[in-house]
């Protein structure tokens, strides 16, 4: 999993939930305060990959292709979405330089 901004600002969370035969991608547009509730383990991957009203995409990179299939959807299929009450287990110490700076655009 890794965070990605895009040159308007816009923030994105893109989870990997498949990696054999094809690499499967959910990506969706999250806020400053998302990232942060998720590395500080205040809200699930599956809350904010199920939150309504974000704009969401599913992206499919199969393994002897040359390039990606993706597509916007208003919500992820339930069969790939994580358990609900899945947290990250980050070691927080090592993001305390990004949610400072991720605190800094707030």
């Known amino acids: 999993m890794f965070s990605l901004r895009d040159t308007m600002g816009n923030h994105y969370l893109c989870a ?7 690499y499967e991608w959910l990506v969706v ?19 904010l ?14 393994e002897q292709s040359d390039s990606s299939e993706f597509y916007e959807c208003e ?7 994580p358990q609900k009450d899945v947290y990250l287990e980050l070691n927080q110490e090592d993001f305390k330089e990004y949610v400072l700076l991720l605190q800094q655009e707030s």
């Open 16 to 22: 990997c939930v498949s990696w054999h035969p094809d």
């Open 29 to 47: 547009e999250a806020t400053t305060a998302d990232l942060i509730s998720l590395i500080n383990d205040s809200t699930t991957l599956s809350t």
């Open 49 to 62: 990959l199920t939150t309504k009203g974000t704009r969401k995409m599913y992206c499919k990179w199969p």
């Open 75 to 81: 919500q992820f299929p339930i069969e790939i979405l």
